[in-house]
């Protein structure tokens, strides 16, 4: 019997597990408590920017195979296994994880369910949330059926998603038992057959996998901008000592790359709420390296702002500074958390008249800060601009040269905090050219 799959939640997540499943011969109802991104998707609109992703609903949806509700109940009678899918951002106020959604989804959807089937957890939540849903669910479920609960977390990367999930590089699954066990490589039956690594856990090391690996990357990124902080002081150049202990297998070259910072709806986030998390549970020693990692991103985005400062002989107040970029990594319209968009605002409100151009994620940080002067173009960004900065390293961007902006730019200074141009190159054509993690000789 092929099975039927619900998703619960149609966000980033929830959309594209549900178009990924049904590409992978699933039938799929995708379920939401909003009517009108029911409507969206059942056309293939999308509220976000996700390469690939909204040509593959629409295939799914013209197939029949891909189908949206806000009615939990027509899943909880229809599918055999439900993928929970939404949100935990961080709570208001706090660095914790906001969780009332998950349980949310959880407590509704076992109410409706009305045959044996499997409820599988992908959200991002602190240590100790599955056994509680687990619990949840027993004591919610009907009697007579065979519910359970199993934790599968995601590793989507943002402009990757579809192919992350359709050959992902691991499958992380936390289960009470090996008939749910079984379950799940069904689902997952297509990336087993080519020998995708499958690791069978506990509840508890699936729900620290995904946290642990944020965490892990967040670390990364800050140790390569701690040393960019000293580089930046007695010289040297970060990029060659990047790429040098790259070479070290131990360590890896990848995410070492020094510059503005992390952010997004993740990494930030994720490795907060693990600290509200440890410190829940007595242990605030374990995880206070995270604090600095914190901080050591945060003073990136100051670093960048003082760069400007330092161009302009500290005199910022109504200068025109292009910034380029403010989604928090290019092929994403996503602006939670992002470092450009941050060090936009601060140039903004530290008086400078601020043209910022992103190729998709103007319109989501204009309802962030609506004060900003955002434009359609490149051009109109950088046309008399004092400064231009970058600050997302979208390839259109890291494919400029001099001569692209020489004729159009009031003044030939350029920060760029990305660290992916070529310094020698632009230095070479007349502009006082810097970057992140290197020295300012002014």
């Known amino acids: 019997m092929t099975l039927n799959i619900s998703v619960i939640g149609t966000g980033y997540l929830g959309a594209t597990h549900a178009a990924c499943m049904a590409e992978l011969g699933f039938d799929v109802l995708g379920v939401d408590v909003d009517p009108e991104k029911i409507d969206a998707l059942s056309r293939g609109e999308l509220p976000f920017h996700e390469p690939g992703l909204p040509?593959?609903?629409?295939?799914h949806v013209d197939s029949g195979r891909l189908r949206f509700t806000a009615e939990v109940s027509e899943a909880g009678s229809w599918a055999d296994v439900h993928f929970i899918c939404v949100g935990t951002p961080q709570v208001k106020g706090g660095t914790g994880a906001d969780l009332t959604y998950v349980d949310a989804a959880t407590a509704g959807l076992v109410e409706s369910i009305t045959k044996d089937s499997l409820v599988v957890g992908k959200s991002t939540v602190p240590v100790g949330t599955a056994a509680r849903l687990s619990r949840l669910v027993a004591e919610t479920k009907k009697d007579g059926l065979n519910v359970s609960l199993a934790w599968n977390p995601e590793f989507l990367r943002e402009g990757f998603a579809v192919e992350d999930t359709l050959r992902p590089d691991r499958l992380v699954v936390g289960t009470g038992s090996e008939a749910d066990e079984a379950v799940l490589r069904e689902v997952y039956a297509e990336a087993l057959g080519r020998e995708t690594p499958w690791i069978s856990t506990d509840f508890e090391t699936a729900e620290l996998v995904k946290v642990a690996a944020n965490a892990f990357l967040a670390t990364k990124i800050s140790f390569i901008n701690a040393?960019?902080?000293?580089?930046?002081?007695?010289?040297?150049?970060?990029?060659?000592?990047?790429?040098?202990i790259g070479f070290d297998t131990r360590i890896g070259r990848k995410f070492l790359n020094a510059g503005v910072g992390f952010g997004g709806g993740c990494l930030p986030k994720d490795i907060r709420a693990l600290q509200t998390r440890v410190g829940e549970l007595g242990l605030d020693h374990s995880m206070k390296f995270l604090d600095e990692i914190d901080q050591i991103n945060l003073r990136r985005r100051k670093k960048a702002v003082a760069r400007a400062f330092e161009l302009l002989d500290q005199d910022i107040v109504g200068k025109k500074i292009a910034v380029l970029g403010i989604t928090f990594k290019p092929l994403s319209d996503d602006v939670r958390d992002s470092p450009g968009l941050d060090v936009a605002a601060r140039l903004y409100n530290a008086g400078a008249d601020v043209a910022v151009f992103d190729p998709e994620g103007n319109p989501n940080a204009a309802k962030r800060y609506p004060r900003l002067g955002y434009v359609d173009s490149l051009t109109e960004a950088v046309k008399d601009a004092e400064v231009v900065m970058l600050t997302t390293e979208w390839k259109e961007f890291k494919a400029l040269t001099p001569a692209d902006l020489n004729d159009l730019v009031a003044s030939k200074r350029f920060v760029d905090a990305r660290n992916v141009l070529d310094a020698k190159e632009?230095?070479?054509?007349?502009?006082?050219?810097?970057q992140l993690g290197r020295k300012f000789e002014g």
Not at 55 to 59: A, C
Not at 231 to 244: K, P, Q, R, S, Y
């Open 55 to 59: 040509e593959l609903i629409r295939k």
């Open 227 to 244: 040393f960019a902080e000293v580089t930046e002081n007695v010289g040297g150049n970060i990029t060659t000592l990047a790429d040098a």
């Open 426 to 434: 632009w230095e070479s054509a007349g502009w006082t050219f810097t």
